[in-house]
């Protein structure tokens, strides 16, 4: 069974923002990705047989296979429509480097030179995190290792302390 999510705005802008997307055009990515999915991971449209649309972005049945890995992002179809949006993000930057915004007909119609999500108020926009915390394992041989630090350099001065 697939996991579907439905983003908040500011859960959105924090994920973009996690995920790679620029500062420069994402109140674009938000405004394409509402007008478009309504934020909702697992939103698919048929047009006709031949032409679908998966996920977030709404990313069409030439960029994904069904069923397996292919088209122009080389990834499955339903993978598009899962809450993990690390592989939609890619093959949407994708669509984007090849066709820009324009490919989006929602954008064109509803976002382009038309005011746009305002996302700055939300906390990662503002203050975002400056950087990824160490996997827990790093802090843990981190913060032994300082303990053992402290407790040579404790030595150490005791040793003087005791000398003189």
């Not at 996991?3 to 055009?25: A, D, I, P, Y």
């Not at 109140?27 to 939103?43: A, F, G, K, M, Y």
């Not at 122009?72 to 592989?87: G, M, N, Q, T, W």
């Amino acid at each position: 069974m697939v996991q579907s999510k439905v983003f908040t705005r500011c859960q959105l802008t924090r994920e973009l923002l996690r995920n790679g997307f620029s500062r420069t055009f994402l109140s674009n990515w938000v405004c394409l990705i509402e007008q478009e999915s309504d934020r909702n991971t697992s939103t698919f449209h048929a047009k006709s047989p031949r032409r679908k649309y998966y996920g977030l972005f709404q990313i069409g049945s030439e960029y994904c296979k069904e069923g397996r890995k292919g088209g122009k992002c080389d990834i499955s179809c339903e993978a598009l429509l899962d809450e993990d949006i690390r592989d939609d993000g890619l093959c949407a930057q994708k669509v984007f480097e090849l066709e820009g915004f324009k490919y989006w007909s929602r954008w064109e119609a509803r976002c382009k030179g038309k005011s746009l999500p305002d996302i700055e108020k939300c906390p990662d926009w503002q203050y975002p995190s400056s950087r990824v915390s160490p996997p827990r394992d790093k802090r843990m041989l981190r913060g032994r290792r300082s303990a053992i630090r402290r407790k040579r350099f404790s030595s150490r001065m005791s040793r003087m302390l005791i000398s003189n």
